[in-house]
């Protein structure tokens, strides 16, 4: 999974009012399906006295078949809500701007008038949306972690190695140097390369 993709910069929430019914909508990034179902059932408690809780995500797993690359899990529920009016509307939302690694949770209060199926879809859709523009979506290029071990004389290459790449890492200066570096997939195996010419072969990556 070395792609680029869409998902969101940080959690994102607003909030408005259907004739007298209150929806809140909640959206946030979600690496994984149990990260997604945590922010779910985070919300869930948070609300537990909402008329609807209605969930969805959209998350990159591994897979992808013969050809490589991944696979995207979706799930929405109508939570009580009449069928198709809630959650796969608001799944729609991200399936339509292309966003991943993505979750939400539009809540509702109910306000003693019924909106219809149309209605709904709107409004759970419009909750799903602005809770997305709140939080903002940007591109993201998968990440990998290498941890880098040299001893304190291939240290200062090691470091100007990384200080040049396109990554972040952490350095711990022990019997030995440790560096625990975040880089994307695609750029991970160019700058093991890197390293391990500059060290001839003595820095130990894993």
Same mark, same amino acid.
């Given at each position: 999974?070395?792609?680029?993709?869409?998902?969101?910069?940080?959690?994102?929430?607003?909030?408005?009012?259907?004739?007298?019914?209150?929806?809140?909508?909640? !959206?946030?990034?979600?690496? #994984?399906?149990?990260?997604?179902?945590?922010?779910?059932?985070?919300?869930?408690?948070?609300?537990?006295?909402?008329?609807?809780?209605?969930?969805?995500?959209?998350?990159?797993? #591994?897979?992808?078949?013969? /050809?490589? /690359?991944?696979?995207?899990?979706?799930?929405?529920?109508?939570?009580?809500?009449?069928?198709?009016?809630?959650?796969?509307? !608001?799944?729609? @939302?991200?399936?339509?701007?292309?966003?991943?690694?993505?979750?939400?949770? @539009?809540?509702?209060?109910?306000?003693? #008038?019924?909106?219809?199926?149309?209605?709904? !879809?709107?409004?759970?859709?419009?909750? @799903?949306?602005?809770?997305?523009?709140? *939080? /903002?979506?940007?591109?993201?290029?998968?990440? !990998?972690?290498?941890?880098?071990?040299?001893?304190?004389?291939?240290?200062?290459?090691?470091?100007?190695?990384?200080?040049?790449?396109?990554?972040?890492?952490?350095?711990?200066?022990?019997?030995?140097?440790?560096?625990?570096?975040?880089?994307?997939?695609?750029?991970?195996?160019?700058?093991?390369?890197?390293? *391990?010419?500059? #060290?001839?072969?003595?820095?130990?990556?894993?």
């Amino acid at each position: 999974m070395t792609d680029a993709y869409r998902t969101l910069a940080g959690s994102g929430r607003d909030s408005f009012e259907v004739r007298g019914s209150e929806f809140i909508g909640y !959206a946030g990034p979600a690496n #994984t399906v149990a990260a997604a179902e945590a922010f779910i059932q985070e919300v869930r408690e948070r609300h537990a006295d909402a008329t609807h809780n209605v969930p969805w995500y959209r998350v990159r797993v #591994t897979g992808g078949g013969p /050809g490589g /690359g991944h696979l995207l899990r979706e799930y929405q529920s109508d939570d009580g809500e009449p069928t198709g009016s809630a959650g796969k509307p !608001a799944l729609n @939302v991200v399936q339509q701007r292309d966003v991943e690694n993505v979750v939400g949770v @539009v809540t509702r209060y109910y306000g003693g #008038t019924n909106l219809g199926v149309g209605g709904l !879809a709107r409004a759970y859709s419009t909750a @799903v949306k602005d809770a997305v523009d709140a *939080a /903002g979506v940007v591109t993201q290029r998968p990440q !990998a972690r290498l941890v880098v071990t040299v001893a304190y004389d291939d240290s200062g290459t090691v470091r100007g190695i990384l200080e040049s790449a396109e990554c972040s890492f952490d350095a711990d200066y022990e019997a030995d140097v440790t560096f625990e570096v975040t880089v994307a997939v695609a750029d991970a195996n160019a700058l093991r390369e890197r390293i *391990a010419d500059a #060290t001839s072969g003595r820095a130990e990556i894993a």
